[in-house]
């Protein structure tokens, strides 16, 4: 059983900063990949940053120079660093876990809400 426990979501005022973190627990057999996904209402649910084991670092477009993802390994946790917080980045935000052959694992979900 994988479990994954984010933590760090809440209400922040436009231009604020958050940091989002996910950590992993459980039989987890060679991670491929950490991620956060967001989904605001309405919309699908779309990749926002990703490291994979390797360090490689994709962003969606519209956070590029604002967000930052990070990891220690040694924890099974990932980090996503959020500044310059515009309302449009409103959504739950969910963190993703890839690993062992063909496995994915989704925490629960945090809520960001960027309002004044």
């Known amino acids: 059983q994988v479990q994954l426990v984010e933590s760090g979501g809440g209400l922040v005022q436009p231009g604020g900063s958050l940091r989002l973190s996910c950590a992993a627990s459980?039989?987890?057999?060679?991670?491929?990949?950490m991620g956060w996904y967001r989904q605001a209402p309405g919309k699908q649910r779309e990749l926002v940053a990703a490291i994979t084991s390797g360090g490689i670092i994709n962003y969606e477009d519209s956070v590029k120079g604002r967000f930052t993802i990070s990891r220690d390994s040694a924890k099974n946790t990932v980090y996503l660093q959020m500044n310059s917080l515009k309302p449009e980045d409103t959504a739950v935000y969910y963190c993703n876990l890839s690993w062992g052959l063909k496995s994915t694992s989704w925490g629960q979900g945090t809520q960001v809400t960027v309002s004044s």
């Open positions: 459980g039989s987890i057999f060679r991670i491929n990949a």
